[in-house]
């Protein structure tokens, strides 16, 4: 896809960090926005700083169908067609897996997982209708690819997103879609993610923090202190949607570490975390 302008992109999740990058990367490409997020507040930041083209936000709690088939609808109804479809939701929660409460599963699986699902689900069919060339961008995480100790939750969820990524792109493929699919995976990015608790619904909310998820907070925050910034991941998104490619990367050192876990995997052995680079 490789003219952006006078086109529309849906952004969810574009309250903050890569979603706002995104926001305005695509804004400056000359894309109509349609913004999304569960955070009114910093929704209506983005917007503000959006310059030059049609922006129209709604609040929208990604993990809920009947929201996000809303937000379908008011985007076609409002702006007619959608040809750039950001699933960029996601929260985190550290912890080793054995800690994890099953309110923690829900939570993390509702946005990171069923969000993804429900964008798709909302959104793709009509984009199929129109007959025109579109991409779907997921914001998935090298966690989606290489497990991360005491991130347990964390990592399922975003292992099951990177799987219905895959399989929406086979199946547009065996469909003769022309709309495309990216599996966006960044690694350390300066966001807010690991402030994710501030949006957390009360009814799964958990008695405390454990001991191992706040050691996971630590290493998480570090990782994001010394992480690149959000527009480079916005920059690389925009070039995997004229480049048609499905799996990006946003640090080079995650490409090696992929084909390690590979020969250890075959090998019969545990691959090790990458250190990204």
């Not at 076609?76 to 897996?97: K, S, T, Y």
């Not at 994890?100 to 009509?126: C, K, Q, T, Y």
């Not at 090298?142 to 939750?153: C, D, E, K, R, Y």
């Not at 966006?184 to 405390?208: D, F, H, K, Y």
Request: charged share 20%.
């Amino acid at each position: 896809m490789r003219e952006l302008s006078g086109k529309v992109a849906v952004v969810t999740g574009a309250g903050g960090g890569i979603g706002r990058a995104l926001a305005l990367g695509l804004a400056a490409e000359g894309m109509t926005l349609m913004l999304a997020d569960v955070d009114p507040s910093a929704l209506a930041e983005t917007a503000s700083l959006v310059e030059g083209v049609k922006t129209l936000t709604e609040v929208t709690d990604v993990s809920d169908p009947v929201a996000v088939e809303h937000l379908a609808d008011r985007t076609f109804g409002e702006l007619g067609a959608v040809h750039v479809l950001c699933n960029n939701a996601g929260v985190f929660q550290g912890g080793r897996i054995w800690t994890r409460e099953p309110e923690d599963f829900a939570w993390l699986l509702g946005v990171n997982l069923w969000g993804v699902l429900h964008g798709i689900r909302a959104f793709v069919p009509r984009m199929i209708d129109q007959d025109t060339e579109g991409h779907i961008v997921n914001t998935v995480s090298v966690a989606g690819l290489f497990a991360a100790p005491v991130a347990g939750g964390y990592s399922v969820s975003k292992y099951a997103a990177f799987a219905a990524s895959q399989s929406l792109a086979q199946d547009l493929a065996m469909a003769g879609s022309r709309l495309r699919v990216t599996a966006l995976c960044p690694g350390g990015v300066r966001t807010g993610i690991n402030r994710s608790e501030r949006v957390r619904p009360e009814n799964l909310r958990t008695a405390g923090r454990t001991e191992d998820e706040t050691a996971s907070r630590e290493i998480i925050d570090g990782l994001l202190e010394r992480g690149i910034d959000p527009a480079e991941v916005a920059r690389v998104a925009v070039e995997a949607i004229r480049e048609e490619r499905f799996l990006v990367f946003t640090h080079p050192g995650y490409a090696e570490g992929l084909r390690e876990q590979t020969e250890a995997l075959l090998s019969g052995a545990l691959p090790r975390f990458p250190v990204h680079e």
